[in-house]
C-alpha cells in the first residue's frame, strides 16, 4: 500500500499542472516562463545568465503584474507545446503570430515588429525569386520554415535544431541561404564582418508575441495590461534604443 502511495505522490508530482490561473499565479508572486535562450539579441546566454531584449521585456511586464519571473530554457520546439501540458504559464520566444499557433495557444498583444529576412554569400541572392533552385537553412519549427516551403522553385529547405545551426551551415558552405529574424540576422552581419555574408529582403513580414495557455484570457490580460504600461511610460523604448537602436514595436 505505501508503495502505491508513493508511486501515486510521484505521479502526482510529475504531472503538476503550472499553466495556472491568474490567482493562482498572484498567490504564488511568481510567474513561469519559458524561453529557448539560444536567439540572441531576444533570448540567450551570456555565460550562465539568460538575458535579451525578450528577457528584460518579460521582466518588465511581470513587475507590472507584481511578480517575479522564474524562468525555465528549453528547445524552441517543445515550448508551445508545454503550455498545452500545462508545464509553464507563459512563453516568449520571439513567436509570430500565425493563424495555425493560435489554434493551440492564446497570443499575447505583440511585442516587436519583425520578419523573416534573406542572408546570403552571394550578394545576387537577395529575394524569393532568387531562391529558385538553391538550398535554404532555417530553425525546426519557426515562421521562416513554413514561409520558405512556400516558394515553390526552392530546390531544398534544410532544417536545424537552434537558429545558430542554420546559421552555421550557410557560414560553412553547406546551404545557399539562411532565413532568419532581422534583427538577429542583422546583428549576427553587424557582429562578423569576416564572415561576408549578405542581407537581402525580407521574405515576409510578421507580428512577434508571448503566449499563454489558450484560453487563459485573464492571463492574457494582465500581461498585456502590464505591457501597455511599458510601451506608455518610456520604459520600453529605452529598452529597445538599447538593444537595437530603435524602438521595435508594432506601428
Ligand atoms: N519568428 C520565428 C517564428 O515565429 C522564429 C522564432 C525563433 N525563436 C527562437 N527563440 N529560436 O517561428
Redesign the pocket.
Known amino acids: 500500500m505505501k508503495r502505491i502511495l508513493t508511486a501515486l505522490a510521484l505521479v502526482l508530482a510529475c504531472t503538476a499542472s503550472f499553466a495556472r490561473p491568474l490567482p493562482d499565479i498572484q498567490k504564488s508572486g511568481k510567474l513561469l516562463v519559458a524561453?529557448?535562450g539560444?536567439?540572441a539579441p531576444?533570448?540567450h546566454f551570456e555565460g550562465s545568465k539568460l538575458t535579451g531584449f525578450e528577457v528584460e521585456l518579460a521582466d518588465l511586464v511581470a513587475r507590472k503584474m507584481g511578480l517575479a519571473i522564474e524562468w525555465k530554457t528549453l528547445g524552441?520546439d517543445a515550448l508551445l507545446t508545454g503550455l498545452g501540458q500545462d508545464r509553464w504559464d507563459v512563453v516568449i520566444?520571439?513567436?509570430?503570430i500565425t493563424e495555425e499557433r493560435a489554434k493551440a495557444v492564446s497570443f499575447m498583444a505583440p511585442h516587436y515588429c519583425?520578419g523573416g529576412l534573406i542572408v546570403a554569400k552571394d550578394p545576387k541572392i537577395r529575394a524569393a525569386k532568387d531562391l529558385a533552385g538553391k538550398t535554404v537553412a532555417v530553425?525546426t519549427?519557426?515562421?521562416?520554415l513554413e514561409n520558405v516551403k512556400k516558394v515553390s522553385a526552392v530546390k531544398e529547405v534544410k532544417n536545424f535544431p537552434g537558429?545558430g545551426d542554420a546559421r552555421a551551415a550557410l557560414v560553412t558552405g553547406r546551404v545557399d541561404a539562411w532565413v532568419s529574424?532581422r534583427f538577429v540576422a542583422l546583428e549576427t552581419l553587424r557582429k562578423n564582418p569576416g564572415l561576408k555574408l549578405h542581407a537581402g529582403e525580407l521574405l515576409f513580414t510578421?507580428k512577434?508575441a508571448a503566449a499563454a495557455a489558450k484560453g487563459n484570457a485573464p492571463l492574457v490580460q494582465a500581461w498585456n495590461q502590464g505591457l501597455a504600461a511599458i510601451l506608455a511610460d518610456g520604459s520600453y523604448a529605452q529598452l529597445s534604443k538599447r538593444y537595437f537602436g530603435e524602438d521595435v514595436r508594432c506601428k
Open positions: 524561453t529557448e539560444a536567439f531576444f533570448n524552441f520566444a520571439s513567436h509570430g519583425s530553425q519549427g519557426t515562421s521562416y537558429d529574424d510578421e512577434i
